[in-house]
Structure formats: structure tokens, C-alpha cells
Antibody, heavy 114, light 107 residues
Framework: QVQLKESGPGLVQPSETLSLTCTVS????????VNWVRQPPGKGLEWMGT???????DYNSALKSRLSISRDTSKSQVFLKMNSLQTEDTAIYLC????????WGQGTLVTVSS | DIQMTQSPPSLSASLGDKVTITCQAS??????IAWYQQKPGKAPRLLIR???TLESGTPSRFSGSGSGRDYSFSISNVESEDIASYYC?????????FGAGTKLELK
């Protein structure tokens, strides 16, 4: 069955870089795009970006200067890197397949704090 | 960017009630709207895609309708398991954008 699972550090220092991994199973990254979505605690959902099945990427313009999404198809992994983190980047980060987002990981909480 | 104006922000209902949530897009989204249910500590769950197509496993008491800029999502006969937050999503254009959410509570 289709599964996605996020992993990464729970705590990041301000101004540092966040690195997250989304490991997928049950489908191929060359067949489906994968998105990153985040949700600050108690707030709404924000689409961050997509890596498409052909490996191309699109980003939310609000984050584009800080965000990079890549993948390793052999490991069925999608990577998110975002630099210059601030406290307002504290959120649950989720990966999700396709559009609309039918399959989601469980999310990983990232806290930006010194 | 397409803005999705979702209302109301919160809703109080009794078991068995019918409730309706609306989303208005800032431009025509050609029915490319999806509706999600989210319970605390869980990822969103896709309930409806393309305005009115129920996902497998979505109970028939959930429904969606609309066209152009204006869309609605309804739950008839609210059950206790429906207590959650609900979000709309437009996926016709990038950036994909969500509504701000509606929190459904029991009266």
C-alpha cells in the first residue's frame, strides 16, 4: 500500500538549515509527484513545493529563495532543504503524493529555537 | 496566487444536523477543489476531489458542489466522528492554496 514517512531533526537553531526526508513505498517517484506541506501549530496548511515525476520542481514563491526539493529515486526518498530558518518556520512538515494530496505522511514537528 | 476564502471559521452542530462550509476562490478554479478532514495530531484526510467526487471510504453523508468561484461542502446527519477541522484546497494552479479551515464542534 501507499505510504509516506517524514524524518528529520525535531529541533533546529535559528538561521540554520532544515533537512527533511520523505521515504515513500507502494509507488514510484518516477510515476507520481511528491509535495511538501507545512502547518504551524494550531494554524492552517501551506503548500511549500512539489517535485514532479520527471524530477522538475516548483516552489511556493514565498519560500523559493530558501527552499530546495530533490530526490533519490533508487532509495524512494524525497528531500527538503530550507535555509535561514526562523521561529515562524516552526511547524509540522508533511509530505503528500500527487494533487490533490490523497496520501500523506504522518508529519514531523520541527521546532526552531535556540 | 488564487486566494481561497473559507467560511465559517468555526461551526457548532448537534448530532444529526446538516452543516455547510463554503470556499470562494479569487478566480475561476474550474471545479478543481478538494476537501479535507483533519483531526488533532493527524494528517489531513482527502474526502472529496474535483468538487464532488467522493474518495473511496468517504461516507455518503459528505457532499460537495459548486462551480466557477463558489463551492460548498456539506455533512448531513453529523456524527461524533465528524468532529474535526475541514479545509478546502484549490489545485488548478500553482501555488496550490488552502482555505483557512473550519473547526466543527459539538453543540
Amino acid at each position: 500500500q501507499v505510504q509516506l514517512k517524514e524524518s528529520g531533526p525535531g529541533l533546529v537553531q535559528p538561521s540554520e538549515t532544515l533537512s527533511l526526508t520523505c521515504t515513500v513505498s507502494g509507488f514510484s517517484l518516477t510515476s507520481y509527484g511528491v509535495n511538501w506541506v507545512r502547518q504551524p501549530p494550531g494554524k492552517g496548511l501551506e503548500w511549500m513545493g512539489t517535485i514532479w515525476n520527471d524530477g522538475s520542481t516548483d516552489y511556493n514563491s514565498a519560500l523559493k529563495s530558501r527552499l530546495s526539493i530533490s530526490r533519490d529515486t533508487s532509495k524512494s526518498q524525497v528531500f527538503l532543504k530550507m535555509n535561514s530558518l526562523q521561529t515562524e518556520d516552526t511547524a509540522i512538515y508533511l509530505c503528500a503524493r500527487g494533487a490533490p494530496f490523497a496520501y500523506w505522511g504522518q508529519g514531523t514537528l520541527v521546532t526552531v529555537s535556540s | 496566487d488564487i486566494q481561497m476564502t473559507q467560511s465559517p471559521p468555526s461551526l457548532s452542530a448537534s448530532l444529526g444536523d446538516k452543516v455547510t462550509i463554503t470556499c470562494q476562490a479569487s478566480q475561476n478554479i474550474n471545479k478543481y477543489i478538494a476537501w479535507y478532514q483533519q483531526k488533532p495530531g493527524k494528517a489531513p484526510r482527502l474526502l472529496i476531489r474535483y468538487t464532488s467526487t467522493l474518495e473511496s471510504g468517504t461516507p455518503s453523508r459528505f457532499s460537495g458542489s459548486g462551480s466557477g468561484r463558489d463551492y460548498s461542502f456539506s455533512i448531513s446527519n453529523v456524527e461524533s466522528e465528524d468532529i474535526a477541522s475541514y479545509y478546502c484546497l484549490q489545485y488548478v494552479n500553482l501555488p496550490y492554496t488552502f482555505g483557512a479551515g473550519t473547526k466543527l464542534e459539538l453543540k
